[in-house]
Each structure stands twice: as C-alpha cells, then as structure tokens.
C-alpha cells in the first residue's frame, strides 16, 4: 500500500523514495538533520496547541508571555513527544530552534488575537479546534494510507498538513498532492465530498488553501500509480528531476551519489 507521505517525497525526487523505501538507505545523523528534527517537533506540537492558546489569550492581555510559557512547556515536553526517535545530542539544538520559533510565534499570537477579535472567542476556537489529529487513514479500494496532522469539520471535512520547512510562494507542489491525498481518503472512509483543505506553514503562521480540482485529483492517482511501479522497478537515475539544487540539499546526498 502505499504511503501517502512518500507521495510528497517522489513529487520531490524518485530517486529519494527508492533509496530509503527500497534500498532501506536511512541518512546520516548529522548537525542540519538534528536540528531540522528538533525545529519541525516543536513548531508542529505548537500548531497542535492552537485551541489551548486561544482560551489562555482571551483571558489574558499579556500574549506575549503566554506564548513564550507554552514555547518553553512544549520544549520541556519535546523528549516526551519525540519519545524513542529522541536521543539525547539532540539538547544541543535546543537554543537556536528556541530563538528562531521565538520570531515566529510572534506571528501566531498576532494571528490568534485578531481571530478573537475578528470572530469571537467561541468562532476563534471553533476555527482553530480539529476534529481529530494524526487520523489514520487507509483504503485498500485507493491503495492508499497515510496519517493526516488534522481534520477540521466546517462545511465539510478539511485536511490540514503542518509544514515547517522553506515556504514557497504558494503551495509546494508535493504538498498539494499529499494533501488531496488526504482528501481522497477521507471521501473514501465517509462518503463525502472533501472539496479544499489547507497546508499550515508554520514558518510564516499562514493556512494556505488548496483546492481539490480534478486535474489535481488524477495527478494524485497518477504520482500513486508511479510510485507502485517505481517501488516494483529499479532504481531511478541520479538527479531525475534535472535540478542540482534539490541534490546539494539533500539529507541523501552522499549515500545516493555512492550507490
Ligand atoms: S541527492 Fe538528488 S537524486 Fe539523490 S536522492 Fe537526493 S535529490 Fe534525489
């Protein structure tokens, strides 16, 4: 069955999802990857904390210290989230990821304030509540499994994906896919119509919409369909996508170029 996680991943680069999927190829435990671990735990526990925030801002003027107390709580906590992935080297990351989320949750306490202010406290933390969080999904009619960070239930279902890496000016492409996705499966399970959802980016605190169009829809089944031959087949040449950038940041870089 395939993952719809990898779906992103061979967006990105084939080769990437043959190395580790296939080749079981696990990257080296360096510096850029421990702090990129560190950085993403913490930014997306933040964002799962979206509601409790919201009812300690609307009693409280002082927004910025809540959010710095909840920043330091999650920290504490972050061993206990990353549980056995979490080794102790990884402490060392700590005061630079803390610095860098400290900008950054300026602007989700300027997003939750004018929430409240715009909507209401009981509109505010109805749009920020999910439905579920980390909901398993699989369908073996799709082929398809996968683990969506949030449903929300306004209309209809929205998935929401949390991001916390580079921001593109729109949406990535492998993240439109990931998510619709998500939206396939969630039709699936309940039968009925999933028509848009949100890729969270929580570098800039934005919720940037996606719709669910059909050319998008059969792109998904298109990239599922790759994927399975490509996981059966052998293994891609090195640079498919024609982009030397992606292979310079790549956590694969020197185990793929030795293969
Ligand atoms: S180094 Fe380049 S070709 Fe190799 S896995 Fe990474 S992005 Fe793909």
Same mark, same amino acid.
């Given at each position: ?10 967006? %990105? ?49 002082? /927004? ?9 709580? /999650?920290?504490?906590?972050? $061993? ?49 509540? $999910?439905? !579920? ?14 683990? /969506? ?13 949390? !991001? ?17 996705? %998500? ?5 699936? &399970? ?8 949100? /890729?969270?980016?929580? &570098? ?12 998008? &829809? &059969? ?26 950038? !992606? ?9 793929? %170029?030795?293969?």
């Amino acid at each position: 069955m395939i993952s719809v996680s990898d779906l992103s991943g061979f967006i %990105y680069c084939p080769r990437s999802v043959y190395l580790s999927r296939v080749l079981g190829v696990v990257p080296p435990g360096s510096d850029p990857q421990g702090r990129g671990m560190v950085g993403h735990a913490i930014r997306r526990e933040l964002s799962m904390r979206q509601a409790k925030l919201v009812r300690k801002i609307d009693s409280s003027e002082d /927004v910025e210290t809540i959010l710095n107390s909840e920043l330091e709580a /999650v920290i504490s906590d972050i $061993p206990y989230i990353f549980s056995e992935r979490w080794v102790e080297g990884y402490s060392k990351f700590i005061p630079e990821v803390r610095s860098e989320v400290q900008s950054e949750i300026q602007l989700l306490g300027e997003e939750l304030s004018a929430l409240i202010s715009d909507l209401g406290f009981e509109r505010a933390l109805e749009r920020v509540t $999910p439905w !579920k969080t980390e909901y398993i999904l699989r369908s073996e009619a799709l082929n398809m499994k996968g683990r /969506v960070d949030k449903v929300m239930r306004a209309d209809c279902f929205e998935p929401v994906e949390i !991001k916390t890496g580079r921001v593109p000016d729109g949406v990535w492409d492998g993240d439109r896919v990931q998510l619709c996705a %998500y939206a396939l499966l969630l039709e699936e &399970r309940f039968k009925e119509g999933v028509s848009h959802g949100f /890729v969270e980016y929580t &570098r800039v605190q934005e919720r940037r919409p996606v719709v669910f169009t059909e050319k998008l &829809r &059969r792109q998904v089944i298109h990239a599922r369909d790759l994927l399975s031959e490509l996981l059966d087949g052998g293994l891609p040449d090195i640079c498919p996508h024609g982009q030397p950038r !992606k292979c310079e940041s790549c956590n694969l870089v020197d185990e793929c %170029y030795e293969v």
